[in-house]
């Protein structure tokens, strides 16, 4: 069974997601739902961000649903990064965010708690 956790900061972009996607918290029950089943990178929906220098496999998702967001489907813009421990079977989220309000992950956070 797949263990899911999060960063501390990960709930403060959570919450202030929230108050403009009400969904939010049922939606990512359903992206958690997908993660126990297949925890890996699944392009196009989800990507491993290579480049960090890490051993920690960390994956950005790219297409979440988002009810919310009528009429968007999965191409919502919302962006969900996560830690995969696949021996440990567990999941930690880092970071959610709107592509709007940001172009990419926050990289000084994935460094601080993962190295």
């Known amino acids: 069974?797949?263990?899911?956790?999060?960063l501390e900061a990960f709930g403060k972009?959570?919450?202030k997601l929230l108050k403009r996607y009400?969904?939010?918290?049922?939606d990512l029950e359903v992206v958690k739902k997908v993660l126990?089943?297949?925890?890996?990178?699944?392009p196009p929906f989800s990507f491993r961000i290579s480049d960090l220098g890490l051993e920690t496999c960390i994956i950005k998702?790219?297409?979440i649903a988002c009810k919310s967001l009528?009429?968007?489907?999965?191409?919502?813009?919302?962006r969900l990064v996560y830690a995969h421990f696949e021996k440990e079977k567990k999941i930690v989220f880092v970071e959610l965010y709107?592509?709007?309000t940001k172009?990419?992950?926050d990289r000084d956070r994935i460094y601080k708690n993962f190295t």
């Open 1 to 6: 069974m797949m263990e899911f956790n999060e």
């Open 13 to 15: 972009d959570l919450k």
């Open 22 to 26: 009400r969904s939010l918290t049922e």
């Open 36 to 42: 126990r089943v297949e925890p890996k990178e699944r």
């Open 61 to 63: 998702v790219r297409k």
């Open 70 to 78: 009528k009429g968007k489907g999965v191409n919502s813009g919302l």
């Open 98 to 100: 709107h592509k709007s």
């Open 103 to 105: 172009e990419n992950e």
